[in-house]
């Protein structure tokens, strides 16, 4: 099976809304938002799946603590914390480089989304590898996306590359539910905040660019250390405030995606 023509789009039972999560560069960490959001959707009572289309670089067999599955033993999709998992990362040795051209990682998307038997979901959240590849372009062009949402940090330079990844998607014609602007400031422990990285430029973007804006999420150690040991903040800590900012974000997606749903025609590519 090749998957389908480009331009083509396909249907996935069983699935309600599909979200992608994007980013204009690497080092946002927007697969962090991507996991937390899907976990915090899941503590909504909503059924979510976690689809990785990070070919080259998979995070969540790291960041949901499954780094050792046997692919030809194991059915697909796996299943934790209440998500239902697919990646790249649980099919080829985490040494292996996959060095692969723009029609194989066309073909891997595809199956991912066609071949994958997701069932009953509310949501199906797809983190996208940074940049507008041909992950991204396989993905915005096959899959019935509702929506995407963009993650940037306040820098300038966050900024310049997001702006990128809103104009793929306004060209492509797939609505873009919001901006996320990730480690934003750092509370102290007496509840102020510093803005280690600059202030507001994530809102700046939505308002230039009239999309929504999201939310902040803050500076906290815990959110590496717990990705990295398999088991994300919302999951470990959904009480800190990393942990409630994404369960507010959680909150803003599913209003937003609602009313795309709602209020947006859709179009053919």
Not at 64 to 80: I, R, S, W
Not at 101 to 108: C, D, F, I, T, Y
Not at 124 to 136: E, R, S, V
Request: hydrophobic letters at 45%; aromatic letters at 6%; glycine letters at 12%.
């Amino acid at each position: 099976m090749h998957g389908p023509p480009l331009n083509q789009k396909i249907d996935i039972p069983g699935v309600k809304s599909v979200i992608a999560v994007a980013s204009g560069k690497g080092g946002v960490g927007k697969s962090t938002v991507a996991a937390n959001l899907a976990l915090a959707l899941g503590r909504r009572g909503l059924a979510v799946g976690l689809m990785d289309a990070d070919i080259y670089g998979p995070s969540v067999p790291i960041m949901m603590g499954l780094q050792t599955v046997d692919p030809n033993t194991t059915p697909f999709p796996l299943e934790k914390y209440g998500l239902k998992l697919m990646s790249m990362g649980f099919l080829v040795d985490p040494n292996q480089a996959v060095i692969w051209r723009g029609p194989m990682v066309h073909k891997a998307v595809s199956d991912f989304l066609m071949k994958i038997e997701w069932g009953n979901l509310d949501y199906l959240i797809i983190d996208l590898p940074p940049g507008t590849g041909d992950a991204q372009l396989t993905l915005t062009q096959t899959a019935p996306l509702t929506g995407a949402v963009i993650v940037t940090t306040p820098q300038d330079v966050a900024l310049i590359d997001a702006r990128k990844g809103l104009e793929m998607f306004k060209q492509v014609r797939v609505p873009v539910l919001g901006i996320i602007e990730n480690m934003s400031y750092f509370e102290t422990d007496t509840g102020s905040r510093q803005y280690l990285f600059g202030q507001g430029g994530g809102r700046k973007l939505a308002d230039a660019a009239a999309v929504p804006f999201l939310g902040e999420i803050p500076i906290d150690p815990r959110v590496a250390e717990c990705g990295d040991g398999g088991e994300p903040i919302v999951q470990r800590f959904p009480d800190s405030v990393a942990g409630k900012a994404f369960v507010r974000l959680a909150g803003e997606v599913v209003g937003h995606a609602k009313m795309s749903a709602t209020t947006l025609p859709e179009v053919e590519l």
